[in-house]
């Protein structure tokens, strides 16, 4: 399945297959991103992060694709599994001391 | 463990009553920042700090004071909380000031104002 970050907050998905997340950022001078994951009750965890000279990267089971034409950023995770399930966001950082977030995405995993 | 340890994790005070809340980060990063989080708004900077004796304002301040006085302590003080700062606040450290590197989050405090 897929979603925009910020129009469509939220996205099932059967557990083994794979879930794209879409986050569009905001500012075409961004030159660092990072993919966060929060589970309820927790803080944000990092996930996987891509600097602008780049326009792929891969983790384990995951993979953030970037675009930076059209200022879009996503997370490819394979094979979903129920720990998946959790708030997925995106931020960006383009001012040297600051990041900025998006509102996220929340992840639900069907058994 | 490498960590950021915020306290309490849970508050509920009343407007106008002081309170602190700490952040703690045991990886000698010099970047600290403190945020909230509101429903449908995500993540919100309201002050960070690039090293011990410098702090700046992030976007939403107001009704927030902080401290950098050692490495690694950065507590976030509300002197006169209002309802409006009912929030969920997380502290955030990374290691270095010129932030292209990635943050470490704190479990949050979930504060509310009556």
């Known amino acids: 399945g897929e979603s925009v970050g910020l129009h469509l907050p939220t996205l099932s998905v059967q557990e083994g297959d794979n879930s794209i997340i879409n986050c569009a950022y905001s500012n075409s001078a961004s030159d660092y991103f990072i993919w966060y994951k929060q589970e309820s009750g927790k803080g944000p965890q990092f996930i996987i992060d891509?600097?602008?000279?780049?326009d792929k990267r891969q983790g384990q089971r995951v993979t953030v694709l970037l675009n930076k034409t059209v200022k879009h950023l996503s997370l490819q995770i394979a094979a979903t599994q129920p720990g998946d399930s959790a708030v997925y966001f995106c931020?960006?950082?383009?001012?040297?001391?600051?990041?900025?977030f998006g509102t996220g995405t929340s992840l639900t995993v069907i058994p | 463990e490498a960590q950021v340890t915020q306290n309490p994790r849970y508050l509920i005070t009343v407007t106008g009553k002081k309170l602190t809340v700490t952040c703690s980060q045991n990886m000698n990063h010099e970047y600290m920042s403190w945020y909230r989080q509101d429903p449908g708004l995500g993540l919100r900077q309201i002050y960070y700090?690039?090293?011990?004796?410098?702090?700046d304002k992030g976007d939403v301040p107001e009704g927030y004071k902080v401290s950098r006085k050692e490495k690694r302590n950065f507590p976030l003080i509300l002197e006169s909380p209002s309802p409006n700062q009912t929030s969920l606040y997380f502290c955030?450290?990374?290691?270095?000031?010129?932030?292209?590197?990635?943050?470490?989050f704190g479990s949050g405090t979930q504060l509310s104002v009556l």
């Open positions: 955030a450290s990374s290691l270095r000031s010129l932030i292209n590197e990635k943050l470490f």
């Open positions: 931020a960006e950082n383009f001012s040297g001391n600051q990041f900025y």
């Open positions: 700090s690039m090293n011990v004796e410098v702090t």
């Open positions: 891509i600097r602008s000279n780049m």
